[in-house]
């Protein structure tokens, strides 16, 4: 019995992970080859990988509300389903910025940290892989202490975006614009050292 209810949440652990790679590569494309008039359409797929990472969310949240045994403690599971659904969220947030401020030119900054996204999103993918064996299997904080590393490098890429807004752009309306666009896109890196914090705390409650 329990190791069932162990593989439910590992499991959808795996799907949360798989969902939010699907959502970074999309989002890294969009970056990459930004064109305004597809963007709707991006967007629209966008919304569909959210959806459906919300439903795996909403499912391990139920069944943890009856749940009497869990792989660990049932606190630490709640909020790594939420740190987990917190990247899908941002993701999904700066892609829709994207249209509400009506982009038509994409930033070099905004490129990187898409791709130092999908990085730190691989590597959310690769902790959780390992999670079921957490007690014993070293990957597990290797790849959660590999996410931080990036986290500080997305740090250095979105301070220099904003620096170079506010001493270089005299378009106020740009200025705005980017500075919402950099802090949504920084909160997905943030989202995923926040998930690996959460493994983090897993992983020593247990030695």
Not at 32 to 47: A, V
Not at 55 to 67: F, G, I, K, Q, S
Not at 145 to 168: K, P, Q, W
Not at 182 to 203: G, L, P, Q, Y
């Amino acid at each position: 019995m329990a190791r069932q209810k162990d593989t439910f949440y590992f499991d959808g652990f795996r799907r949360s992970a798989d969902y939010a790679c699907q959502a970074a590569k999309l989002l890294s494309e969009v970056m990459h080859d930004f064109n305004p008039g597809q963007l709707r359409e991006r967007m629209d797929s966008m919304h569909a990988i959210e959806k459906s990472a919300d439903e795996v969310r909403h499912d391990m949240m139920d069944e943890l509300v009856t749940a009497f045994i869990t792989p660990f403690d049932r606190q630490d599971i709640s909020d790594l389903a939420l740190a987990m659904d917190d990247i899908m969220d941002y993701m999904n947030g700066a892609a829709l910025c994207l249209d509400l401020f009506n982009v038509q030119e994409m930033r070099g900054e905004a490129v990187q940290i898409a791709r130092l996204t999908r990085r730190c999103v691989d590597e959310v993918s690769k902790m959780i892989d390992h999670l079921p064996n957490y007690k014993g299997d070293p990957e597990v904080m290797e790849h959660a202490n590999m996410i931080s590393d990036i986290e500080d490098e997305g740090d250095v890429v979105y301070n220099g975006g904003v620096r170079r807004l506010f001493h270089d752009e005299e378009n106020g309306r740009t200025t705005v614009t980017w500075l919402r666009l950099f802090d949504r896109m920084e909160s997905c890196i943030d989202a995923c050292d926040h998930t690996a914090k959460v493994v983090r705390t897993v992983v020593m409650k247990s030695a």
